[in-house]
């Protein structure tokens, strides 16, 4: 891309040669034991590089299992050093299937299902009222707001108070007194509204009351440890941090009216959420609804493990119910009030739709979270397929989007969706 267009764009130098910054993990790509065609694998890779030819992704990483068995785990680009205001003389590090990336609003399925288990366990009933376990919380008319409510962005309070310091994100404490003292918009769960950050932070809360523990202790013992994970933590220790891949905001600036969505859902400008999401207290901060870091590879895992009704490599990590609640839709597609599009949930994910969903044409059975627009993690029962497309670049409209859905659109071709009887977990 010429360095005009790429000034522009405002996006990162793309090489003519690949494959000098494309990482595959060979031994972890294994189509040839689902039939899966050589062909059928290359046209989806080569829908990621079409997407990372754009420039607006300085890292990019993909892992998709078909069948239970991985047929795709590769990754492009740079973790640090090719951003677009970053000086050709910065070191620049390659990107691999090992560089933990910030999973951002996708968090919210890990924390979801945290919250579903608690459920499976006995601590909890999703249809009671938060304040039942947190009295603090019914301040100000929220007294019926129930955890359901929370899970299915129903809970009436999307957003931290405008103004708010952003070093609340990562003052327990603080934010928890702000969402105690909100006032909530509505709380008859009737109306979508989506809780970017919001939920999480309440969720948390009513986890650690009832367990006595933290929820990163929760989260170690009854999902990364099982499932055998190197990262997938809330955050990342300070000694780690030199190896979680930089953020950057690319693509044209948002104007209006994009540019008001963005600061309505995220609480600020695209250019203050790359330097909040690159500061180390956000890094090192436990915010589970968006800030849970790893491999697309162990995201696709998680995926994979609710696909198979709870089950990972022989262990019982929940029950298949306790998956069913969790990808069960609640509530008719209906215009989200804070990202202004139509959205289908269940309590805590991100539901597909025929004809066409988030997910890819005929995805009524898929269910997953976007990560800051571009993050895209899902199952599809019906297709059998569990997908993780982790990115590095956060460009809210621009010339990447017919690419970012190609590679949805392809996706989609290359797994046709198979007979009733050999589908796996199905959303109503």
């Not at 080569?46 to 991985?70: A, K």
């Not at 007194?177 to 769960?189: F, I, K, S, T």
Request: with cysteine; aromatic share 8%; glycine share 8%.
């Amino acid at each position: 891309m010429h360095s005009l267009a790429r000034s522009a764009l405002h996006t990162c130098k793309v090489p003519r040669d690949l494959s000098s910054i494309t990482f595959r993990d060979s031994a972890g790509e294994n189509p040839e034991r689902v039939n899966l065609s050589q062909g059928a694998v290359e046209s989806i890779w080569q829908s990621v590089e079409s997407l990372y030819r754009t420039g607006v992704h300085p890292g990019i990483q993909l892992s998709l299992r078909y069948r239970g068995e991985q047929v795709l785990h590769r990754a492009i680009g740079h973790v640090h050093g090719n951003g677009p205001n970053d000086d050709s003389n910065v070191p620049k590090t390659l990107m691999s299937t090992e560089t933990p990336i910030c999973y951002f609003s996708a968090s919210k399925a890990v924390t979801a299902l945290l919250i579903h288990m608690l459920a499976e366990q006995g601590l909890i009933n999703l249809m009671d009222p938060v304040s039942y376990y947190c009295p603090e919380f019914a301040k100000n008319g929220k007294r019926t707001i129930t955890v359901h409510q929370i899970l299915s962005h129903r809970g009436g309070i999307p957003a931290i108070p405008k103004d708010t310091p952003i070093d609340v994100l990562w003052d327990r404490d603080e934010v928890w007194r702000l969402l105690c003292e909100a006032r909530p918009v509505e709380v008859d769960g009737a109306k979508v509204a989506y809780h970017a950050i919001t939920g999480g932070f309440v969720l948390q809360r009513v986890l650690e009351k009832v367990t006595g523990d933290t929820i990163e202790n929760y989260l170690d013992k009854y999902l990364r440890k099982p499932m055998g994970m190197k990262w997938f933590t809330y955050g990342v220790a300070q000694d780690q941090l030199h190896e979680l891949a930089s953020n950057y905001a690319t693509g044209p600036t948002p104007r209006f009216p994009v540019s008001w969505v963005v600061n309505r859902a995220l609480g600020g400008d695209i250019k203050t959420v790359e330097q909040v999401t690159n500061d180390p207290r956000f890094q090192e901060a436990v915010i589970p609804a968006g800030n849970l870091c790893g491999t697309a590879e162990e995201m696709n895992r998680f995926f994979q493990m609710m696909l198979d009704g709870g089950m990972w490599q022989g262990k019982r990590i929940c029950s298949e119910m306790t998956i069913r609640r969790a990808i069960q839709q609640f509530g008719s597609m209906q215009l989200d009030r804070t990202m202004l599009v139509p959205m289908r949930f269940s309590a805590g994910m991100m539901l597909g739709g025929n004809p066409v969903g988030l997910w890819g044409p005929q995805s009524r059975h898929a269910f997953g979270h976007i990560g800051l627009i571009n993050k895209m993690c899902w199952a599809d029962s019906a297709r059998d397929i569990s997908v993780s497309l982790l990115n590095t670049g956060f460009p809210i409209v621009g010339h990447h989007i017919p690419s970012l859905a190609r590679f949805v659109y392809t996706v989609t071709k290359q797994f046709p969706i198979l007979p009733e009887q050999d589908r796996r977990l199905t959303p109503a």
